[in-house]
């Protein structure tokens, strides 16, 4: 029972006992990039769940003083389990951050002219934290998990999971530095056809000390041969762009003789240009059959030899 005066107030406690607690730091790139969050970490060791609400936080000095220090929401917290519950930002702390990305090439098999390479990603972050200056610092680092990406660096680790990330513990000294490595890594399929790969890619996987002798020198007898067959098109191509200029040309001629006087010098002169050209596009018909063959012959050629190769 509880009695109330008229126009006064009360504050009735549901829960009066003392729950454990532990001052840290929480790290959350996505909310503060430089520093991180002050922050308290709750446990209900009771025998019934704490009903969500806002706390109002203290902290006892050295001295014994106690001194406000800010507010954090409480979602309800059941029996036995935790909460990190950040209140400021912990302006003596910074943490710098740097991101690497590579691969590697972990399995290859090549049938039927196709290759099969399997690529492990490999995402490294290095967190380099600078502690407070008189203050030791449990800075708790957020890492954002990544949809099918496996956390392999700090090896051994029990990181806490939560649905958004890793929950890596850094023990920071007063005045120190500490440094945290994390690395994800997930494996990637690779299905490419040997036949259209540039020569530059096969140039590259026939360098690529993972695969067997055998393969690099088959692969880099396909690098040839893929180059041959680039220069054949290209002659291809230089045939077909003089064709065009030539036919453009010619209409310009015929434009132009049609204005012309019949019999003057300009008209002669016209007239014999045209026939050069004329010779010149059957040259080049001749040339561009011969260029056409040679670059079937080159194709047939990387196809045989792109189906050879086995791994």
């Known amino acids: 029972p509880v009695t109330l005066s008229s126009g006064g107030s009360l504050m009735l406690p549901i829960v009066a006992r003392a729950v454990p607690a532990a001052s840290v730091d929480l790290y959350q790139p996505g909310t ?8 308290v970490r709750l446990t209900n060791d009771g025998a019934a769940g704490l009903p969500p609400g806002v706390l109002t936080l203290y902290e006892r000095g050295a001295q014994g003083a106690v001194s406000y220090v800010g507010d954090a929401r409480l979602a309800a917290l059941p029996v036995g ?19 690497q990305a590579g691969q590697t090439l972990t399995r290859a098999g090549a049938a039927e002219g196709v290759l099969q390479l399997t690529v492990t990603e490999r995402q490294t972050t290095t967190y380099t934290i600078a502690g407070a200056a008189r203050e030791p610092r449990t800075v708790i680092v957020e890492h954002p998990r990544r949809h099918g ?23 920071v000294p ?12 997930r494996p990637r399929v690779d299905r490419l056809i040997l036949a259209d790969m540039q020569p530059d890619q096969l140039t590259y996987y026939a360098n690529a000390r993972e695969l067997p ?40 001629l015929r434009q132009n003789l049609g204005t012309l006087p019949p019999n003057s010098d300009l008209a002669k ?24 063959k040679d670059a079937d012959s080159a ?13």
Do not use: C, Y
């Open 32 to 39: 503060q990039p430089r520093h991180p969050l002050a922050a």
């Open 81 to 99: 389990e935790e909460r990190l519950l950040s209140f400021a930002v912990d302006q003596k702390v910074k943490v710098d951050r740097v991101e």
């Open 149 to 171: 990406w496996e956390l392999v660096e700090p090896a051994g680790n029990k990181a806490e999971v939560t649905p958004s990330a890793h929950r890596l513990p850094v023990e």
């Open 213 to 252: 002798a055998a393969a690099r020198e088959a692969l880099g007898k396909l690098a040839g041969l893929r180059a041959a067959l680039a220069g054949k098109q290209r002659r291809i191509a230089d045939i077909e762009r003089e064709q065009a200029e030539l036919i453009k040309d010619q209409e310009r």
């Open 269 to 292: 002169r016209t007239l014999t240009r045209m026939g050069e050209e004329e010779t010149r596009l059957e040259q080049l018909a001749r040339e561009s059959t011969a260029a056409r």
């Open 299 to 311: 194709r047939q050629a990387l196809l045989d030899a792109a189906k050879a190769v086995r791994l």
């Open 174 to 185: 007063a005045g120190g530095t500490a440094t945290l490595t994390v690395a994800l890594e």
